[in-house]
């Protein structure tokens, strides 16, 4: 007997609960902002918008389905089922964080602040919930109309850590310091190339609005960057220092479907972490390889 599905609402504290958390109460929280120039109304406001779409969502739910809830600071310790429908309410940012947990389970991306957020992501309002919300659970099954399948990128390090992103990964110290590696592409046999840089940064069709993006008008790179669909990534090092034991020949390139980027680690310690979510990163030391390439999963984004 299959299992009704299961609507986990994700979300995360608006900046006025971080006021709360902070102050204490809605009144010191407002004398600290007025101290400053700035009116607390506004943060209320989206505060209340957000609430609201949450109860709107939440009630669009059937009678008969399950729901949970759970914050985005407690998504690594949140266990996602098969007969999940994720509903993500918030930015579009929220969505990249939700992904890497997810195993083919169909998003539905609702906006808590038309006008501004982008919407790239979170592309519906809460009154189209219950009709968002049938669509999603007719796609659990597989692929179908209506849901978009988008590229996540994937790392694997060589104890078997394993690292999921849907807009970029970054491999590279954990402060502020230089980080050493190997870098290699293709077959193990390649050796690769000493390098010492703050960090390389590979990323999707989905990633390329934001941090990619900026890499990639920096270097004035001629490659086309890749669509949210795409099964291709693009990757840059970041700050490369030449050196008498150090290159500077390998520092961007792309990754088709079966191809890696290699990466060894010659310093005490570097971090892995996807989606700006450094609390939740891998690990690791000198000696220690990761390869990065496109993932066997896929976001599933009901549109």
Not at 270 to 297: C, N, P
Request: with cysteine; hydrophobic share 40%; proline share 5%.
């Amino acid at each position: 007997m299959s299992l009704a599905p299961r609507v986990v609402l994700v979300h995360r504290r608006t900046e006025y609960e971080e006021l709360l958390a902070r102050h204490g109460t809605h009144g010191q929280a407002a004398f600290f902002l007025s101290s400053r120039g700035r009116s607390i109304d506004e943060v209320a406001r989206r505060h209340d918008a957000t609430q609201r779409t949450l109860r709107e969502v939440a009630s669009a739910v059937p009678l008969t389905w399950r729901s949970s809830r759970v914050e985005r600071a407690d998504l690594d310790r949140f266990l996602f089922a098969p007969e999940d429908v994720v509903v993500v309410v918030g930015q579009d940012g929220l969505v990249a964080n939700t992904a890497k947990y997810l195993a083919g389970q169909p998003v539905v991306g609702i906006d808590t602040d038309p006008g501004r957020n982008p919407g790239v992501l979170v592309r519906h309002r809460c009154a189209d919930a219950a009709g968002l919300l049938r669509a999603a659970s007719a796609a659990r099954g597989g692929p179908g109309d209506g849901v978009e399948e988008l590229t996540m990128v994937e790392a694997v390090a060589d104890d078997t850590q394993r690292l999921l992103a849907l807009n970029e990964i970054y491999l590279g110290p954990p402060g502020h310091q230089t980080a050493r590696y190997r870098l290699g592409t293709g077959s193990g046999t390649d050796p690769g190339e000493a390098q010492a840089s703050s960090g390389v940064l590979v990323g999707t069709g989905t990633g390329a609005t934001g941090w990619l993006r900026s890499l990639w008008l920096e270097r004035g790179a001629t490659v086309t960057m890749p669509a949210p669909r795409d099964r291709r990534l693009l990757w840059f090092v970041r700050e490369a220092w030449p050196s008498p034991a150090t290159g500077t020949s390998r520092v961007s390139g792309e990754l088709e479907r079966g191809q890696t980027l290699r990466l060894t680690v010659e310093s005490d310690r570097m971090v892995a972490f996807g989606d700006g979510m450094e609390t939740d990163a891998l690990d690791l030391t000198w000696g220690q390889s990761v390869r990065v390439g496109i993932a066997a999963a896929s976001l599933r984004l009901v549109t």
